[in-house]
């Protein structure tokens, strides 16, 4: 059972632009250089793994997918690629990558996956960029290198053609102290400047991406465009980012049971904000979930500090605002397997000590006093979290109990399925994503917080549904949605299915949902044409966008049914939330300004025209009658007059019932329409 990565990717683009020092948006001094477009995108959840909003960024799950664009807090460099011949320079600086303006922020989609926040900056490329570099990207470090003109002995710096990526990743700057508060058990804070370090390379040649004809003595000429994003193969390029720290959850799933205190002991203090890692290979195998992993530690003087800490774990809030059974915490990387160079026993192995708080009703007569002993346990980063198992000092193997090492962006789910009657722990321990699914399954959540799976016939073009291969294989185990009846439900354009997480947060328990665009959970197939059935052509949902789910019937348009008239026209909601009347194939769509149930009927806004400085000769004529008193205020007013018609079930209007119009003074103000 191997712990599972979440990895986040950057797309890199090129095209025409120059640059700034601080991004101050400055005018530009020549376009004869190519210029480069970098969009960083996040891979992560727009919402915590409990379903909270992390758009507000609370401390807990929002922030391991944030980077501080607001405040500058990142770079990106370029770099020599890997050396092949005698006068190559291997992975020495070029230049750093200048913005000319501020990140614009955006939402997207990639691979059936989702890349839920996007910062696109725009700037020049470095004069004389060789045809091979490296984009080496680093994001909410405590301190960046400075450029320099010579090499200073143990200073943080850049210099052309010196420094080296391993001489970024390895300074004594280049790590961070623990990321929580001992004080108030802060963990990830924009506030107190707590946040998840980020690194990511990635080695890129430019002949894979222009056309020859671009290339000149070995550089790239002219005021050109280049995507990086893709090759000339069409295939994808992105750059993967790591978080440099392991999240480490344990949930305690017991109605009866619950913890007083959960501490993560034998902490390291401090860890390095880069992996060991020269290259994107080094970390990152296309997603393929067996392979990206980074085995090997990169700890401060190679080994663990000897002024290890303890550390509470925080628990978290659920949908609800309530405290659920779960705590989490962010720790660096941490040594618990014997290496060439450090032998670690039993006991200096990190371990989370949990204490069960007392049973109501549990003290009775002839029973045993409540003791210390009896409700504290130790649980070990071991097989099932045992302590026999943690006296074997190896890697742990499906066959074989051993320890696990914690190891950058990874997730340590321990989960508490039980309670003997003595009150012993029974321990399953569940790295995050032990199934074949990535943390997240790299996909983006809805406004509800559940998991989107994207059906893409171009990513994937001969498989059932057009659905990635990973959510095929974990459909296997579970059922595909469907109605009332038993039937599978059909999938729509613009359908998609959602993973919905039960209360213990374990993906192999979740359900699965198939819903529509808005969001809404799709109950039943569309209903045939039926001139008498109200929910003629709609299918039944539920929608979760208010305080309160309600339940109704939609039709292909995404619009609510609120009345299907003998016609097959229509009275609906549509997703902005106006009341329209639908005539035709939705080719004709009328405001409707009030809609009576009970009788079926309504009015709807048969037209509506602008009239400048209206005179009272206007008025009469649009009203058919004399102006009162307050239509008469209106003149030499700019107004719009609209004209509304009475109609019933049948979609026809209503007989004997003229139009009534009435008049609206413009606001000058705005724009006409």
Known sequence: MNPRKFILPVAALMMAGCASDRFDNPEPEHDVMPTLSITIGLEGASRAADGTDAGTFQSGEGLENYIDIPNDNYRIYFFTADKTGEQDKDNTYIATFKPMTRPLFSSTESNGSAINYTYSLLGEAPAGLPLK??????????????????????????????????????????????????????????????????YGVRSYDLTDYVDPSDIKDGKIHGNIRIDLSKN???????????????????????????????????????????????????????????????????????????????????????????????????????????????????????????????????????????????????????????????????????????????ERNNIYRFTITGMTASMDCRVDVQPYASVSLSYDLGLMRDERGDLMVLPDKELYPNNEGNLPDFFLDYMKDKEWPKDKDGNKLKTEKNDYYAIVLGNDGDIKNAEIWLKDAQGCKILTNYAEKDDNSENCSTREVTDYSGLTSITYHKDKYNDRRLQHNHDHSSVVIDPEGRMIFKQGDNTNRLLVESWDEESKTFWYEKSRKEIKKITEEQIRKELGKEPTTEDKRLIGQDVIVLTYQKADHTGKNCSGIDSVSKFIEKDTTQPSE
């Open 133 to 198: 570099f490296k984009i080496v990207v680093l994001a909410n470090w405590p301190k960046y290198p400075e450029v320099a003109a010579e090499v200073t002995t143990g200073e943080y710096q850049l210099v052309k053609e010196k420094t080296t990526i391993s001489d970024i990743c390895n300074h004594a700057y280049a790590q961070f102290d623990k990321i929580t508060s001992l004080d108030d058990g802060t963990w990830l804070s924009i506030e107190h400047k707590q946040l998840m370090p980020f």
């Open 232 to 406: 000339n193969a069409t295939k994808p390029t992105p750059l993967p980012l790591l978080r440099a720290m392991a999240k480490v959850e344990v949930i305690l799933d017991n109605p009866v049971a619950d913890f007083d205190t959960v501490i993560i002991d034998k902490v390291n203090y401090k860890g390095f904000c880069a992996p060991d890692a020269l290259q994107h290979s080094d970390y990152f195998h296309d997603y393929d979930w067996d392979k990206d992993f980074i085995h090997k530690l990169h700890l401060p003087d190679r080994k663990d500090d000897y002024d290890y800490i303890s550390i509470p774990m925080r628990r978290t809030k659920g949908t609800d605002g309530k405290y659920t059974k779960r705590w989490i915490a962010y720790v660096p990387e941490y040594r618990n397997i014997s290496d060439e160079q450090n032998n670690i026993s039993e006991y200096d192995v990190t371990f989370i000590s949990v204490k069960l708080k007392k049973p109501e009703g549990f003290s009775q007569d002839g029973e045993q006093e409540w003791e210390m002993a009896q409700k504290e346990r130790n649980i070990y980063f071991s097989t099932n979290g045992s302590e026999a198992a943690n006296k074997n000092d190896a890697q742990a193997e499906k066959d074989k109990p051993g320890r696990y090492n914690i």
